[in-house]
Structure formats: structure tokens, C-alpha cells
């Protein structure tokens, strides 16, 4: 790889890290039972308690009515319910169901640990410098669209 250039090397890595981190298998069954999107729903509503629906097609950069669809399947599931506000009947919040409470503390507790043993498989003088340069990252990600 040394005669790559730094940006498909990036490109590389990335793509390799999506692989191990199972993200190609978005659309399968890939996080107890539901499909990574409805994981990353799931944990969301479960960590704000009650949210909107535009609120978290925001916070996951999802379109609306592709977060809709994926509520759809939670609630349909037994996972999330919609809850009606009854100051404003037209605004609707998304919450968790028992059953999604304790999806989401299970998803939560096997993925601290899972990035815990991560973390601490990286050297102790590198873990501050791993967790830097993937928020910039991120960052970076975030200023740039792609295709």
C-alpha cells in the first residue's frame, strides 16, 4: 500500500474498518434480531427516553421517510411505540416499549464492552491519539458529501 496515495489508502482503511465492524450487513439481521438502522433507532429513542420522529431522522442524517419506515418495524415489532402529545395531537413522540428498554440496555452493556476491550487492545500512549483522530474524522466526514 505504500504506493497508494494517502487519500485511497483513508479510503481503504474505512472500507475495511465498515467490514469489521459488520456494517455490510446493514439490510441482514445484524444486531440482536433488527437491522443496524433500527439498532441505531432503537438506541437513540432509548438514550433521549421519548423523541420526534424529525428529531431522530436528524440525529441518525436519515431522510424522514426512511426513519419512518424504520419506526414502522420497531413498533410493529413490540419495540417502540408512538405516543401522541396531548398538547398537540399532530406532534408525535416515538418511545420504547418494555420489551425495547430491554433490547437497548442489552445493546448498550454488549457494546461498552465490546469498544471497552477495543480500547484496550490499543497501547495506552496511542488511545488518546486514536479517539483525536477519529473525531476529526468525523469531522471531516461531516463537511464533505459524497457521490
Do not use: W
Not at 433521549?48 to 431522530?56: D, F, G, M, R, V
Not at 469498544?115 to 464533505?144: C, H, P, R, W
Amino acid at each position: 500500500m505504500n504506493n497508494v496515495s494517502k487519500p485511497k489508502q483513508l479510503r481503504e482503511m474505512i472500507r475495511t474498518l465498515e467490514r469489521k465492524l459488520g456494517i455490510l450487513s446493514e439490510s441482514e439481521l445484524a444486531c440482536c434480531r433488527i437491522t443496524m438502522a433500527q439498532c441505531h433507532a432503537l438506541v437513540e429513542i432509548g438514550r433521549a427516553k421519548s423523541i420526534s420522529l424529525n428529531e431522530l431522522a436528524q440525529l441518525l442524517d436519515l431522510k424522514n421517510s426512511t426513519m419512518s419506515r424504520t419506526v414502522n418495524n420497531l413498533v410493529t415489532g413490540g419495540l417502540a411505540r408512538r405516543d401522541i402529545d396531548f398538547q398537540d395531537r399532530r406532534y408525535v413522540t416515538i418511545s420504547l416499549t418494555e420489551s425495547g428498554i430491554k433490547m437497548f440496555k442489552d445493546i448498550e452493556e454488549g457494546m461498552n464492552l465490546y469498544f471497552e476491550k477495543i480500547y484496550d487492545s490499543i497501547t495506552v500512549d496511542k488511545q488518546e491519539q486514536v479517539i483525536e483522530s477519529i473525531k476529526m474524522l468525523v469531522e471531516a466526514i461531516g463537511k464533505n458529501e459524497c457521490c
